[in-house]
């Protein structure tokens, strides 16, 4: 149960560090490229169109990119949710802790009852980030369509 605790809050972790960044990229790279497309429509050279068309669609493609996959909010919902695992885990890990020590003969029952709690709680963590995504995602859809 502890492993899989940590494997979920390191995966949601992961994702969120992806996401920002992917977010981040995106960002710097559209201002980036935002910016430049003034200095090169107002220069006079050769291949004017072409130099101007590729940054266009680059900005275009990356807008769209950041559209679909909305990383801001998706950074925002992951972090989120693997903080609300962080938390949870370490509650039951304290209490766990506190149950193995005690010298109360019921302790080991509610040892067990705290674990099942525990994954009860997990479960319900993962099921509200599953719906929040995809109310997010049928959300953009409806916009979008």
Known sequence: MEIYALRIRNFYDLRARWDRRFFRLTSISLMSIGAGLPLAAGLSYGGKPV????????????????????????????RSTEITIHDAYT???????????????????LR??????????????????????????????SIRG
Do not use: C, I
């Open 51 to 78: 130099v101007l068309a590729a940054p266009g669609v680059t900005v275009s493609m990356l807008a769209a990119l950041r559209a679909f996959y909305q990383w801001d909010q998706l950074w925002v919902m992951h």
């Open 91 to 109: 509650s039951w890990k304290r209490e766990d802790d506190d149950f193995a020590r005690s010298r109360d003969p019921a302790a080991g029952d």
């Open 112 to 141: 067990v009852q705290a674990a099942v709690q525990f994954m009860d709680e997990l479960l319900a963590v993962r099921k509200n980030e599953s719906q929040a995504f995809f109310e997010m995602l049928l959300n953009a859809a």
